[in-house]
């Protein structure tokens, strides 16, 4: 293997090996932090009546101890492994879960050996380790996102499969290079059936797949739903695969499923994957619908000082109207009034004929929204890049009409043109962001705000939301597609 070839594909083991270090020296800083602040300099042995136990605590070492475990555990619960770090929330739930682990087998040894430990001692230690060690894993993670996008620290695919699928998963796997596969070739049982590739991508047999996976350093063997190969040659292929250095993965023919709907279940040798179906009501909903109340109320009462100040701007600056009243479609096609801070001239709706002849959306043919509109005030320019604007739809979601999160509430224009898939975003209720606010906003086209839309819908969960505000609140800030 030569000198190029080691670098790209050792890049798991410098990658973990970082996140060891910066892990160790983590947990260092929050187990004696947690020491000094609690005992401060007399912490070297802090004592317990005899009548409670024959054990005196010896804190220092108890640290030391402490560190050695931690760090321990996160390597056996296996949380810098190569497949979940990068992106997804796996990574995360592993350092959370190996860490109340580790402090729930010292209670247990606590209580087996009538050990008094401090309870303070270990209260402070292990919020702040969790805490610093996802914010510093959340930190790698934006750095190793910023090389990605180089093609660097990302397994080298070549992809098996047919000319539609194939076109696809490439499409998919450069616009997400965070997932950390970067597709360099191309095999197929049929090589001329492959056209419109991006340029650089080669395309070979499928027999000369150990040959193209030396020649561009792959360690990755990507199986694409069409590649036309029955169960014994996928099976004869994997044989030819180094065990331990190269990795094949099966593109399943399932889109936009999230990984809570699907479980594997090997029966008889067939890997069959269920796939759960979505559900709308029960108490899914009423948890939904108790988090967009308690959520829209505190939100409220932090950004009143933005409310007020936003809404004397209006009034100052413009005649008209506060408040911009618009008739949406919400849940199961339901009318409501939306609420906006009005960041147009009064007759912006008289002048809406006139521009939708003379210009649309370039790539849009249902959503309209001009980048530079004539017909948007000073004041609602500013409120727009920010989306001050939207915040009174916070009303919205305390009377019942809005979600924090959900697909994009439509006008009933908009609704007349959905086809049977877009009906689903009626199932549940608009919401104030989702994910066409954090992937593009008003630069998406149409069918990627379906698509985005209609994972939502298929694929709820409150974690999910709360990660979507979180999110936006970040594309907010990066006045990303606001207009």
């Known amino acids: 293997m030569g000198s190029g070839e080691t670098t790209r594909t050792n890049w798991r083991l410098r990658y973990a090996r970082r996140l060891a270090w910066s892990d160790f020296f983590v947990v260092v800083w929050a187990v004696w932090g947690a020491q000094l602040l609690w005992f401060g300099d007399d912490s070297e042995r802090v004592g317990v009546p005899e009548k409670l136990t024959t054990f005196t605590v010896n804190y220092t070492m108890f640290s030391v101890l402490l560190v050695l475990a931690w760090a321990l555990v996160l390597t056996i619960g296996a949380t810098r492994e190569s497949r979940i770090v990068g992106a997804g929330p796996e990574e995360y739930k592993r350092v959370a879960a190996s860490s109340l682990q580790l402090f729930g087998v010292v209670a247990i040894i606590g209580f087996a050996f009538q050990i008094q430990f401090s309870r303070g001692y ?37 992809v098996v499969g047919g000319s539609r699928d194939v076109r696809d998963i490439i499409a ?6 965070s997932a950390g596969y970067y597709p360099v070739a191309v095999c197929t049982t049929r090589p001329g059936a492959i056209v419109d590739l991006p340029s650089g991508i080669p395309v070979e047999p499928v027999a000369e797949l150990q040959a193209v ?21 996928v099976r004869e292929l994997s044989w030819t695969l180094v065990p331990g250095e190269q990795h094949l993965v099966m593109v399943p023919n399932l889109v936009d499923v999230a990984g809570p709907r699907i479980h594997t279940r090997p029966v008889a040798g067939l890997p069959l994957v269920h ?13 939904k619908r108790a988090f967009d109340y308690l959520g829209a109320l505190l939100l409220v009462i932090v950004l009143s000082p933005v409310l007020i100040a936003a809404a004397l ?10 408040l911009f009243k ?26 809406l004929g006139e521009l939708l002849q003379r210009e649309r959306d370039a790539g849009n043919e249902v959503l309209f929204k001009l980048k530079d509109d004539p017909r948007v005030t000073p004041v609602g320019r500013f409120m727009r890049r920010f989306s001050i604007d939207e915040l009174p739809q916070l009303f919205n979601v305390l009377g019942g009409s809005m979600s924090l999160v959900g697909p994009r509430p439509p006008l009933a224009r908009e609704v007349e043109l959905y086809d049977e898939a877009a009906h689903r975003r009626l199932l549940v ?27 939502y819908v298929e694929n709820w969960s409150l974690v999910g939301d709360v990660v979507l505000l979180w999110r936006t609140l970040k594309a907010v800030l990066a006045r990303n597609g606001a207009y």
């Not at 796939?275 to 948890?287: D, K, S």
């Not at 701007?313 to 506060?322: D, M, Q, W, Y």
Request: charged share 25%; with cysteine; hydrophobic share 40%.
């Open 172 to 177: 998919t796997l450069r616009r997400q290079s």
């Open 326 to 351: 618009q008739e949406r479609i919400g849940l199961h096609g339901e009318k409501f009034r939306m609420l906006k801070f009005r960041s147009m001239v009064v007759d912006a709706e008289a002048r």
């Open 429 to 455: 209720r608009p919401g104030l962001t989702g994910l066409w606010q954090v992937s593009g906003r008003s630069s998406l086209s149409w069918e990627d705000s379906i698509r985005l839309d209609l994972y």
């Open 313 to 322: 701007a209006v009034k100052l600056t413009s005649r008209g109207p506060l």
């Open 122 to 158: 270990l209260l402070v230690a292990l919020p702040a380790g969790i805490v610093a060690l996802l914010l510093e894993r959340w930190l790698w993670r934006q750095w190793l996102n910023s090389v990605r996008r180089l093609g660097r620290y990302s397994a080298r695919c070549v």
């Open 275 to 287: 796939v759960e179906t979505p559900r709308y009501e029960g108490a899914g909903r009423f948890t």
């Open 213 to 233: 996976m030396k020649q561009h350093h792959a360690d990755t063997v990507i199986m694409a739903a069409g590649h036309g190969m029955s169960a014994r040659e």
